[in-house]
């Protein structure tokens, strides 16, 4: 089992930016792929960006790169996701995930609670 704590969130106002942050815990070794991915009210939750554990190869949603930048702390076993430029669209609930499988944009075993991100305009 792996276990995902994300934190960051919060109100914050229309052109800000945030860095959202999540510690994984448990038997890491088998995290390889992680991501973000975020639910807004009334929507499905959509893939947001992935890295790789090893490597750091990343992926992101073709309408988000350019303002959602993924990253990682091997040695913390954290994951980021800063967000620039900030807007009301942007608000939604926003979960890591973790799995061991070859997408970065799908297929993930574990997941954290979430953390809500509000954009006031």
């Known amino acids: 089992q792996v276990q995902l704590v994300e934190s960051g969130g919060g109100l914050v106002q229309a052109g800000g930016s945030l860095r959202l942050s999540c510690v994984a815990s448990g038997r890491t070794f088998s995290a390889l792929s992680r991501g973000w991915f975020r639910q807004a009210p009334g929507k499905e939750r959509e893939f947001v960006a992935g890295?790789?554990?090893?490597?750091?190869?990343?992926a992101y949603d073709d309408s988000l790169k350019g303002r959602f930048t993924i990253s990682k702390d091997n040695v913390k076993n954290t994951m980021y996701l800063q967000i620039n430029s900030l807007s009301p669209e942007d608000t939604a609930v926003y979960y890591c995930?973790?799995?061991?499988?070859?997408?970065?944009?799908?297929?993930?075993?574990?997941w954290g609670q979430g953390t809500q991100v509000t954009v006031s305009s």
């Open positions: 890295i790789r554990w090893i490597g750091g190869s990343t």
């Open positions: 995930a973790a799995g061991s499988g070859s997408s970065l944009r799908a297929g993930y075993d574990y």
